[in-house]
Protein backbone atom coordinates (compact mmCIF):
# COMPACT_ATOMS: atom_id res chain seq x y z
CA UNK A 1 0.00 0.00 0.00
CA UNK A 2 2.77 2.34 -0.79
CA UNK A 3 1.78 6.07 -1.21
CA UNK A 4 3.19 9.14 -3.44
CA UNK A 5 4.55 12.05 -1.86
CA UNK A 6 2.53 14.58 -1.67
CA UNK A 7 3.92 18.46 -3.09
CA UNK A 8 5.74 20.25 -0.80
CA UNK A 9 3.33 22.91 0.05
CA UNK A 10 0.58 20.53 1.10
CA UNK A 11 0.23 20.23 5.04
CA UNK A 12 -0.87 16.59 4.73
CA UNK A 13 1.35 13.42 3.81
CA UNK A 14 -2.13 11.61 3.53
CA UNK A 15 -4.71 14.21 3.17
CA UNK A 16 -7.30 11.63 3.03
CA UNK A 17 -6.88 9.70 6.53
CA UNK A 18 -5.57 12.99 8.38
CA UNK A 19 -8.23 15.28 7.97
CA UNK A 20 -11.19 12.38 8.43
CA UNK A 21 -14.31 13.68 10.28
CA UNK A 22 -14.91 11.72 13.28
CA UNK A 23 -17.87 9.75 11.88
CA UNK A 24 -15.34 9.12 8.89
CA UNK A 25 -12.67 7.56 11.41
CA UNK A 26 -15.11 5.69 13.31
CA UNK A 27 -16.66 4.01 10.25
CA UNK A 28 -13.23 3.04 9.15
CA UNK A 29 -12.22 1.96 12.30
CA UNK A 30 -15.15 -0.46 12.49
CA UNK A 31 -14.44 -2.07 9.25
CA UNK A 32 -11.01 -2.11 9.70
CA UNK A 33 -11.61 -3.86 13.59
CA UNK A 34 -13.88 -6.62 11.76
CA UNK A 35 -10.59 -7.47 8.80
CA UNK A 36 -8.89 -7.36 11.75
CA UNK A 37 -10.78 -9.67 14.08
CA UNK A 38 -11.61 -12.10 11.13
CA UNK A 39 -7.83 -12.49 10.15
CA UNK A 40 -7.04 -13.06 13.99
CA UNK A 41 -8.75 -16.08 13.56
CA UNK A 42 -5.44 -17.31 11.79
CA UNK A 43 -3.79 -17.37 15.03
CA UNK A 44 -3.97 -20.14 17.35
CA UNK A 45 -3.77 -17.94 19.97
CA UNK A 46 -6.80 -15.76 19.56
CA UNK A 47 -8.59 -18.66 17.75
CA UNK A 48 -8.23 -21.06 21.22
CA UNK A 49 -9.15 -16.97 22.44
CA UNK A 50 -12.42 -16.76 21.25
CA UNK A 51 -13.88 -20.32 21.49
CA UNK A 52 -12.94 -20.31 25.22
CA UNK A 53 -14.81 -16.84 25.42
CA UNK A 54 -17.46 -18.08 23.39
CA UNK A 55 -16.92 -15.72 20.57
CA UNK A 56 -17.53 -15.32 17.21
CA UNK A 57 -15.83 -12.59 14.74
CA UNK A 58 -19.42 -11.84 13.18
CA UNK A 59 -20.60 -10.63 16.73
CA UNK A 60 -18.41 -7.58 16.41
CA UNK A 61 -20.94 -5.48 15.25
CA UNK A 62 -20.16 -1.97 16.48
CA UNK A 63 -16.60 -0.37 17.49
CA UNK A 64 -18.35 -0.59 21.24
CA UNK A 65 -18.70 -4.39 20.89
CA UNK A 66 -14.54 -4.30 20.75
CA UNK A 67 -15.47 -4.35 24.66
CA UNK A 68 -16.81 -8.36 24.17
CA UNK A 69 -13.18 -9.14 23.40
CA UNK A 70 -10.27 -9.87 26.33
CA UNK A 71 -7.38 -8.04 26.86
CA UNK A 72 -4.10 -9.11 25.26
CA UNK A 73 -1.37 -8.58 27.66
CA UNK A 74 2.55 -8.71 27.27
CA UNK A 75 2.60 -12.37 29.20
CA UNK A 76 0.09 -13.50 26.29
CA UNK A 77 3.53 -12.68 24.30
CA UNK A 78 5.87 -14.04 26.43
CA UNK A 79 3.64 -17.31 26.78
CA UNK A 80 3.60 -18.13 22.98
CA UNK A 81 7.04 -17.13 22.50
CA UNK A 82 8.34 -17.01 19.69
CA UNK A 83 5.53 -17.28 17.23
CA UNK A 84 2.42 -18.25 18.89
CA UNK A 85 0.28 -14.97 18.00
CA UNK A 86 0.77 -14.86 14.59
CA UNK A 87 -2.02 -14.71 11.94
CA UNK A 88 0.26 -14.92 8.73
CA UNK A 89 2.27 -18.54 8.06
CA UNK A 90 5.93 -17.51 8.72
CA UNK A 91 6.91 -17.43 5.13
CA UNK A 92 5.32 -14.35 4.58
CA UNK A 93 6.85 -12.35 7.26
CA UNK A 94 10.00 -10.39 6.11
CA UNK A 95 11.34 -9.21 9.67
CA UNK A 96 11.19 -9.45 13.38
CA UNK A 97 11.56 -7.44 15.74
CA UNK A 98 12.58 -8.65 19.86
CA UNK A 99 12.14 -6.85 22.95
CA UNK A 100 14.17 -7.89 25.75
CA UNK A 101 12.17 -7.77 28.73
CA UNK A 102 13.84 -8.03 32.35
CA UNK A 103 12.11 -11.10 32.97
CA UNK A 104 11.06 -14.31 31.12
CA UNK A 105 11.04 -14.95 27.18
CA UNK A 106 11.68 -11.83 25.64
CA UNK A 107 8.59 -10.54 23.21
CA UNK A 108 9.21 -11.05 19.46
CA UNK A 109 6.95 -8.88 16.77
CA UNK A 110 6.72 -10.46 13.44
CA UNK A 111 6.56 -8.38 10.19
CA UNK A 112 5.42 -8.63 6.36
CA UNK A 113 6.44 -7.12 3.64
CA UNK A 114 3.01 -4.83 3.88
CA UNK A 115 3.74 -3.99 7.42
CA UNK A 116 6.49 -2.38 6.83
CA UNK A 117 5.46 -0.36 4.18
CA UNK A 118 2.24 0.99 6.49
CA UNK A 119 5.30 1.53 9.52
CA UNK A 120 6.69 3.74 6.93
CA UNK A 121 3.99 5.23 6.19
CA UNK A 122 3.15 6.57 9.57
CA UNK A 123 6.74 7.35 10.19
CA UNK A 124 6.12 9.70 7.39
CA UNK A 125 3.58 10.68 7.94
CA UNK A 126 5.19 12.26 11.39
CA UNK A 127 8.03 14.19 10.04
CA UNK A 128 5.87 15.61 7.28
CA UNK A 129 3.42 16.59 9.74
CA UNK A 130 5.99 18.72 11.37
CA UNK A 131 6.96 20.38 8.57
CA UNK A 132 9.66 17.83 7.01
CA UNK A 133 10.23 17.57 3.65
CA UNK A 134 12.92 15.70 0.74
CA UNK A 135 14.90 18.93 0.81
CA UNK A 136 15.53 17.99 4.53
CA UNK A 137 18.10 15.89 5.89
CA UNK A 138 17.50 13.44 8.55
CA UNK A 139 19.84 11.52 10.85
CA UNK A 140 18.98 9.00 13.35
CA UNK A 141 20.90 8.61 16.64
CA UNK A 142 18.80 4.96 17.66
CA UNK A 143 20.74 2.04 17.96
CA UNK A 144 19.58 -0.42 14.51
CA UNK A 145 19.00 -3.91 15.30
CA UNK A 146 15.99 -4.88 17.32
CA UNK A 147 15.59 -1.54 18.64
CA UNK A 148 12.45 -0.66 16.54
CA UNK A 149 13.92 3.42 16.87
CA UNK A 150 16.36 2.72 14.34
CA UNK A 151 14.60 0.64 11.33
CA UNK A 152 11.48 2.61 11.98
CA UNK A 153 12.52 5.84 11.23
CA UNK A 154 14.89 4.98 8.58
CA UNK A 155 12.33 3.43 6.67
CA UNK A 156 10.28 6.34 7.57
CA UNK A 157 12.38 9.14 6.54
CA UNK A 158 13.61 7.11 3.19
CA UNK A 159 9.96 6.87 2.50
CA UNK A 160 9.56 10.44 3.02
CA UNK A 161 12.43 11.47 0.48
CA UNK A 162 14.56 13.01 3.06
CA UNK A 163 18.40 12.55 2.55
CA UNK A 164 19.17 10.03 5.45
CA UNK A 165 22.36 10.03 7.47
CA UNK A 166 21.91 6.47 9.13
CA UNK A 167 25.03 7.56 12.19
CA UNK A 168 23.17 5.14 14.87
CA UNK A 169 23.78 5.39 18.74
CA UNK A 170 26.86 6.88 20.69
CA UNK A 171 30.25 8.31 19.63
CA UNK A 172 28.85 11.86 20.14
CA UNK A 173 31.74 13.65 18.16
CA UNK A 174 30.81 11.48 15.14
CA UNK A 175 27.41 12.37 15.70
CA UNK A 176 28.33 16.57 15.61
CA UNK A 177 30.66 15.62 12.93
CA UNK A 178 27.71 14.79 10.73
CA UNK A 179 25.33 17.08 11.82
CA UNK A 180 27.76 19.95 10.71
CA UNK A 181 29.33 18.42 7.71
CA UNK A 182 25.92 16.69 5.72
CA UNK A 183 23.93 19.94 7.19
CA UNK A 184 21.61 17.87 9.21
CA UNK A 185 18.08 19.96 9.62
CA UNK A 186 16.38 16.97 11.55
CA UNK A 187 17.82 14.77 14.57
CA UNK A 188 16.43 12.34 16.17
CA UNK A 189 17.07 11.00 19.54
CA UNK A 190 16.06 9.91 23.04
CA UNK A 191 15.45 12.64 25.27
CA UNK A 192 18.19 12.02 27.76
CA UNK A 193 20.50 11.72 24.62
CA UNK A 194 20.25 14.89 23.50
CA UNK A 195 21.59 16.95 26.49
CA UNK A 196 24.64 14.78 26.27
CA UNK A 197 25.11 15.62 23.05
CA UNK A 198 24.82 19.18 23.69
CA UNK A 199 27.25 18.94 26.19
CA UNK A 200 29.93 17.91 23.72
CA UNK A 201 28.51 20.29 21.57
CA UNK A 202 29.56 22.99 24.14
CA UNK A 203 32.88 21.26 25.10
CA UNK A 204 34.25 21.42 21.39
CA UNK A 205 32.49 24.96 20.75
CA UNK A 206 29.63 24.21 18.55
CA UNK A 207 26.73 25.84 18.84
CA UNK A 208 23.93 24.30 17.67
CA UNK A 209 22.02 27.69 16.95
CA UNK A 210 24.90 28.68 15.10
CA UNK A 211 26.92 25.86 13.07
CA UNK A 212 24.28 23.59 12.73
CA UNK A 213 21.26 23.69 10.12
CA UNK A 214 19.37 21.76 12.62
CA UNK A 215 15.63 22.84 13.02
CA UNK A 216 13.34 19.29 14.09
CA UNK A 217 14.53 17.21 16.71
CA UNK A 218 11.87 14.26 17.08
CA UNK A 219 12.40 12.70 21.26
CA UNK A 220 10.94 9.76 22.02
CA UNK A 221 11.12 6.54 23.27
CA UNK A 222 11.12 7.02 27.15
CA UNK A 223 9.14 9.48 29.32
CA UNK A 224 10.05 13.14 29.68
CA UNK A 225 8.55 16.34 31.35
CA UNK A 226 7.25 19.05 29.60
CA UNK A 227 10.48 20.85 31.50
CA UNK A 228 13.11 18.55 29.66
CA UNK A 229 11.53 19.22 26.62
CA UNK A 230 11.66 23.21 27.99
CA UNK A 231 15.53 22.52 28.16
CA UNK A 232 15.67 20.71 24.99
CA UNK A 233 14.56 23.16 23.04
CA UNK A 234 15.79 26.00 24.56
CA UNK A 235 19.85 23.91 24.26
CA UNK A 236 19.82 23.36 21.06
CA UNK A 237 17.66 26.49 19.69
CA UNK A 238 14.86 23.90 17.94
CA UNK A 239 11.34 22.67 18.34
CA UNK A 240 11.22 19.04 20.35
CA UNK A 241 8.44 16.89 19.15
CA UNK A 242 7.18 14.13 21.61
CA UNK A 243 7.46 10.62 19.22
CA UNK A 244 5.66 7.72 20.86
CA UNK A 245 6.08 3.97 19.77
CA UNK A 246 6.30 0.78 21.71
CA UNK A 247 7.37 -2.74 19.24
CA UNK A 248 4.11 -4.44 20.07
CA UNK A 249 2.23 -1.90 17.61
CA UNK A 250 5.17 -1.78 14.73
CA UNK A 251 7.54 0.96 16.69
CA UNK A 252 7.93 4.58 16.07
CA UNK A 253 5.12 6.14 14.47
CA UNK A 254 1.99 5.08 16.76
CA UNK A 255 1.71 8.86 18.22
CA UNK A 256 3.53 12.28 17.36
CA UNK A 257 2.53 15.46 18.45
CA UNK A 258 2.03 18.34 15.49
CA UNK A 259 3.02 22.07 15.64
CA UNK A 260 0.39 22.88 17.68
CA UNK A 261 2.55 20.40 20.40
CA UNK A 262 -0.51 19.38 22.33
CA UNK A 263 -0.46 16.34 22.81
CA UNK A 264 0.53 13.44 20.51
CA UNK A 265 -1.75 12.49 17.64
CA UNK A 266 -2.29 8.30 17.76
CA UNK A 267 -3.50 7.36 14.43
CA UNK A 268 -6.78 6.08 14.51
CA UNK A 269 -6.74 4.92 11.05
CA UNK A 270 -3.93 2.59 12.18
CA UNK A 271 -5.00 2.12 15.83
CA UNK A 272 -8.29 1.67 18.04
CA UNK A 273 -7.39 4.13 21.05
CA UNK A 274 -8.48 2.82 24.70
CA UNK A 275 -7.99 4.81 28.36
CA UNK A 276 -9.09 2.10 31.20
CA UNK A 277 -8.41 1.89 34.90
CA UNK A 278 -5.76 -0.41 35.08
CA UNK A 279 -7.69 -2.23 38.32
CA UNK A 280 -11.03 -2.48 37.39
CA UNK A 281 -10.20 -2.62 33.46
CA UNK A 282 -13.53 -0.22 32.37
CA UNK A 283 -13.16 3.01 30.10
CA UNK A 284 -11.97 6.13 31.77
CA UNK A 285 -14.16 9.31 30.94
CA UNK A 286 -11.59 11.83 28.68
CA UNK A 287 -9.19 13.71 30.58
CA UNK A 288 -8.93 11.08 33.20
CA UNK A 289 -5.65 9.13 33.51
CA UNK A 290 -5.54 5.01 33.28
CA UNK A 291 -3.94 2.58 30.90
CA UNK A 292 -3.32 3.16 27.36
CA UNK A 293 -4.39 0.28 25.64
CA UNK A 294 -4.37 -0.55 21.63
CA UNK A 295 -5.93 -2.79 19.09
CA UNK A 296 -3.98 -2.66 15.63
CA UNK A 297 -6.45 -2.15 12.43
CA UNK A 298 -3.66 -2.92 9.91
CA UNK A 299 -1.39 -4.98 11.08
CA UNK A 300 -0.88 -8.54 8.85
CA UNK A 301 1.48 -10.63 10.63
CA UNK A 302 0.59 -9.85 14.42
CA UNK A 303 -2.11 -8.22 14.94
CA UNK A 304 -2.84 -7.54 18.51
CA UNK A 305 -6.21 -6.78 20.04
CA UNK A 306 -6.83 -4.68 23.24
CA UNK A 307 -3.31 -4.51 24.13
CA UNK A 308 -2.71 -3.48 27.59
CA UNK A 309 0.34 -1.36 26.82
CA UNK A 310 0.74 -0.54 30.64
CA UNK A 311 1.59 3.09 29.83
CA UNK A 312 -0.42 5.80 31.82
CA UNK A 313 -1.95 8.61 30.24
CA UNK A 314 -5.21 10.36 28.91
CA UNK A 315 -7.16 11.78 26.49
CA UNK A 316 -6.82 15.72 26.03
CA UNK A 317 -8.93 16.18 22.58
CA UNK A 318 -10.55 14.62 19.37
CA UNK A 319 -9.55 17.83 17.73
CA UNK A 320 -6.79 20.39 16.94
CA UNK A 321 -6.07 23.70 15.24
CA UNK A 322 -3.85 21.51 13.18
CA UNK A 323 -7.05 20.25 10.97
CA UNK A 324 -6.70 16.47 12.40
CA UNK A 325 -9.53 15.30 14.03
CA UNK A 326 -7.00 11.75 15.84
CA UNK A 327 -6.97 11.69 19.13
CA UNK A 328 -4.62 13.69 21.36
CA UNK A 329 -2.97 11.69 24.08
CA UNK A 330 -0.98 13.04 26.76
CA UNK A 331 2.45 12.81 27.21
CA UNK A 332 3.03 9.45 28.98
CA UNK A 333 3.20 9.84 33.03
CA UNK A 334 5.51 6.43 33.06
CA UNK A 335 4.12 2.63 32.82
CA UNK A 336 2.40 1.02 35.65
CA UNK A 337 5.49 -1.35 36.06
CA UNK A 338 8.40 1.78 36.56
CA UNK A 339 5.69 3.40 39.46
CA UNK A 340 7.54 3.50 42.91
CA UNK A 341 6.13 2.37 45.76
CA UNK A 342 8.19 3.39 48.64
CA UNK A 343 6.62 3.15 52.00
CA UNK A 344 3.39 3.05 50.87
CA UNK A 345 3.09 6.01 48.52
CA UNK A 346 3.25 6.16 44.65
CA UNK A 347 5.51 7.63 42.63
CA UNK A 348 6.63 7.87 38.76
CA UNK A 349 10.25 9.19 38.64
CA UNK A 350 8.95 11.47 35.80
CA UNK A 351 7.18 14.01 38.96
CA UNK A 352 10.95 13.88 40.35
CA UNK A 353 12.47 14.93 36.65
CA UNK A 354 9.54 17.69 36.65
CA UNK A 355 10.86 19.20 39.68
CA UNK A 356 14.11 19.10 39.21
CA UNK A 357 13.95 20.84 35.60
CA UNK A 358 12.64 23.82 37.79
CA UNK A 359 16.19 24.45 38.96
CA UNK A 360 18.58 26.03 36.60
CA UNK A 361 21.23 25.51 38.42
CA UNK A 362 20.39 21.76 37.63
CA UNK A 363 21.73 19.74 34.36
CA UNK A 364 19.45 17.41 33.32
CA UNK A 365 21.35 14.07 34.35
CA UNK A 366 19.58 12.31 37.36
CA UNK A 367 19.26 9.20 39.05
CA UNK A 368 17.03 7.95 41.95
CA UNK A 369 18.40 4.55 43.84
CA UNK A 370 16.20 3.07 46.68
CA UNK A 371 17.36 1.26 49.76
CA UNK A 372 16.90 -0.49 52.58
CA UNK A 373 18.71 1.26 55.95
CA UNK A 374 18.71 -0.03 58.81
CA UNK A 375 15.37 -1.32 58.01
CA UNK A 376 13.67 1.73 56.44
CA UNK A 377 13.21 1.97 52.64
CA UNK A 378 14.88 5.59 51.34
CA UNK A 379 15.37 7.55 48.23
CA UNK A 380 18.33 8.97 47.41
CA UNK A 381 17.84 11.60 44.49
CA UNK A 382 21.10 12.35 42.92
CA UNK A 383 21.42 14.82 40.27
CA UNK A 384 24.22 16.61 38.37
CA UNK A 385 25.21 20.35 38.57
CA UNK A 386 24.63 22.91 35.86
CA UNK A 387 28.02 24.37 36.76
CA UNK A 388 30.30 23.53 39.97
CA UNK A 389 30.37 25.78 42.48
CA UNK A 390 31.57 23.53 45.19
CA UNK A 391 33.41 25.98 47.17
CA UNK A 392 30.12 28.35 48.03
CA UNK A 393 29.34 25.68 50.58
CA UNK A 394 26.27 27.90 51.26
CA UNK A 395 24.65 28.24 48.09
CA UNK A 396 24.79 24.12 47.96
CA UNK A 397 23.48 23.78 51.19
CA UNK A 398 20.50 25.99 50.03
CA UNK A 399 19.96 24.45 46.93
CA UNK A 400 19.88 21.17 48.48
CA UNK A 401 17.36 22.56 50.80
CA UNK A 402 14.84 23.52 48.09
CA UNK A 403 14.85 20.55 46.10
CA UNK A 404 14.22 18.52 48.82
CA UNK A 405 11.36 20.78 49.72
CA UNK A 406 9.85 20.95 46.40
CA UNK A 407 10.22 17.13 45.76
CA UNK A 408 8.64 16.65 49.24
CA UNK A 409 5.49 18.62 47.62
CA UNK A 410 5.13 16.54 44.77
CA UNK A 411 5.81 12.76 46.38
CA UNK A 412 4.77 13.47 49.92
CA UNK A 413 8.30 12.16 51.26
CA UNK A 414 11.48 13.43 51.58
CA UNK A 415 14.39 12.22 49.37
CA UNK A 416 18.30 12.43 50.14
CA UNK A 417 19.56 14.70 47.75
CA UNK A 418 23.26 13.91 46.34
CA UNK A 419 24.24 16.94 43.81
CA UNK A 420 27.40 15.53 41.73
CA UNK A 421 29.66 17.41 39.63
CA UNK A 422 28.45 17.71 35.95
CA UNK A 423 29.24 14.29 33.72
CA UNK A 424 29.64 12.12 36.58
CA UNK A 425 26.25 9.47 36.49
CA UNK A 426 25.68 6.96 33.61
CA UNK A 427 24.43 7.51 30.77
CA UNK A 428 23.38 5.09 28.55
CA UNK A 429 23.13 4.16 24.79
CA UNK A 430 19.22 3.80 24.44
CA UNK A 431 17.14 4.48 26.74
CA UNK A 432 18.09 6.51 30.31
CA UNK A 433 17.97 4.01 33.47
CA UNK A 434 16.38 6.89 35.98
CA UNK A 435 15.62 4.19 38.99
CA UNK A 436 18.26 2.06 40.91
CA UNK A 437 16.24 -0.18 43.25
CA UNK A 438 18.27 -1.71 45.69
CA UNK A 439 16.10 -2.13 48.53
CA UNK A 440 15.78 -5.80 50.59
CA UNK A 441 12.71 -7.32 49.71
CA UNK A 442 11.10 -9.26 52.71
CA UNK A 443 9.09 -12.30 52.07
P1 LIG B 1 9.92 -0.56 23.14
O1 LIG B 1 8.84 -1.44 22.62
O2 LIG B 1 11.05 -1.30 23.75
O3 LIG B 1 10.35 0.45 22.14
O4 LIG B 1 9.27 0.26 24.35
C1 LIG B 1 8.04 0.88 24.26
C2 LIG B 1 7.78 1.68 25.51
O5 LIG B 1 8.64 2.83 25.56
C3 LIG B 1 6.40 2.25 25.59
O6 LIG B 1 5.46 1.30 26.03
C4 LIG B 1 6.61 3.38 26.57
O7 LIG B 1 6.64 2.90 27.90
C5 LIG B 1 7.98 3.89 26.22
N1 LIG B 1 7.88 5.05 25.31
C6 LIG B 1 8.02 5.06 23.99
N2 LIG B 1 7.86 6.32 23.51
C7 LIG B 1 7.61 7.12 24.57
C8 LIG B 1 7.35 8.52 24.73
N3 LIG B 1 7.34 9.36 23.72
N4 LIG B 1 7.11 8.96 25.98
C9 LIG B 1 7.12 8.11 27.04
N5 LIG B 1 7.36 6.81 26.95
C10 LIG B 1 7.61 6.31 25.73
ZN1 LIG C 1 -2.69 18.66 15.65
Redesign the pocket.
Known amino acids: MEKTIPVDSCQYFNEAMETMTRAEIEALQLQRLQATVEHCMQSPFYKKRFEENGLKPSDIKTLDDLRKIPFTTKQDLRDTYPFGIASTPLRNCVRLHS?SGTTGNPTVILHTQKDLDEWANQVARNLWMVGLRPDDVFQNSSGYGM???GLGFQYGAERLGMLTVPAAAGNSLRQIKFITDFGTTALHAVPSYVTRLYEVMKDNGVDPRKDTKLKVLA??????SEEQRKRIEDMMGVKAY???????MC??GV?FECKEQNG?HFWEDYYIVEIVNPETLEPVPDGEIGELVLTTLCREAMPLLRYR???LTRVLGRNCPCGRNHVRID??R??SD?MIVLRGVNIFPIQIEKILMQFPELASNYLITLTTDEDNDNMTVEVELEELFTDDYHRLLELEHNIRRALKDEILLTPHIKLVPKGSLPVSEG?AVRVVDKRKVYQ
Request: aromatic residues 6%; glycine residues 20%; proline residues 7%.
Open positions: SFTGIGAEPHNSFGMSEGPGLTRDRMGRDK
